[in-house]
């Protein structure tokens, strides 16, 4: 008869096995939805509202069903390791017996989690998830993903860093390869600084001078032909770039 154990660490497989088949499946629901709303005529904006909230409705509740998953797969993984952390159990994989630990299982559980995240844009939450996944099993596939989750948040520097440990400790994987092609990227990318872009805010805002300064160069001129937006908008902008909400036109933070 199977042990508590066994069951625990199959059950959790399973669990991580369907999450993984159904991640794709989702990431096209995603894409499609996306592309069905670029067919809306822009006339008609309650159709687009309507198409948009349903969309967003069924991606939201098959999402949260897929994280649900990974939280119980977590949660018999985690439970096994308190109890008998050198536990493993025997699966087939490709027709062979393949031996599976519980920090294989957590590092997976918590890479899907990390994944799901970001299909909604949710960065930090995928960052944080990414990093779990590291510290239960330390995979190149896994750090890479981290450090796209930080610079998707605006990192500039620590997305940097983040690139650069994934090749420094995985030097010969593929990993390591487009870790460095896209570090050499975000290099060459000049950050914005605060300190200049809050001042330009403040007095010549006005005219759009702070848009064209962050990039945003048609947004800059219907700011300025517009006063600021009636004004409005050039007060917004100010206490976006105070509290360093409003990116530059890269996608990146302003540098303090």
Request: charged share 25%; aromatic share 8%.
């Amino acid at each position: 008869m199977a042990s508590t154990t066994d069951l625990n660490l199959k059950t959790a497989i399973k669990l991580v096995d369907e999450v993984t088949a159904e991640i794709e499946p989702l990431k096209q629901t995603i894409t499609q939805h996306n592309a069905s709303l670029d067919d809306v005529p822009d006339s008609n904006y309650l159709g687009f509202l309507a198409q948009g909230f349903k969309g967003k409705l069924g991606i939201a509740r098959e999402s949260n069903a897929l994280l649900h998953k990974c939280e119980q797969a977590i949660s018999l993984a985690s439970g096994v390791i308190i109890t008998a952390k050198d536990a493993r159990v025997l699966v087939k994989r490709d027709g062979e017996d393949v031996e599976v630990t519980p920090q294989e299982i957590l590092a997976h559980s918590h890479l899907c989690k990390g994944v799901i995240f970001s299909f909604s844009d949710r960065y930090k939450d995928a960052e944080t998830s990414f990093e779990e996944s590291v510290k239960a099993l330390p995979i190149a596939d896994a750090r890479l993903r981290l450090a796209y989750a930080i610079l998707m948040q605006g990192e500039r520097d620590r997305a940097i860093k983040a690139f650069q440990k994934v090749i420094n400790e995985y030097p010969e994987a593929e990993e390591a390869v487009e870790a460095n092609r896209t570090l050499l990227e975000v290099e060459k990318i000049k950050p914005k600084r605060w300190k200049i872009a809050l001042p330009l805010s403040i007095f010549l805002g006005w005219l759009g001078i702070d848009r064209f300064y962050l990039g945003y160069y048609k947004l800059g001129f219907i700011k300025l032909i517009t006063i600021g937006g009636f004004y409005i908008w050039w007060i917004v902008d100010i206490l976006r770039i105070l509290g360093n909400t409003l990116r530059d036109s890269n996608g990146l933070k302003l540098q303090k």
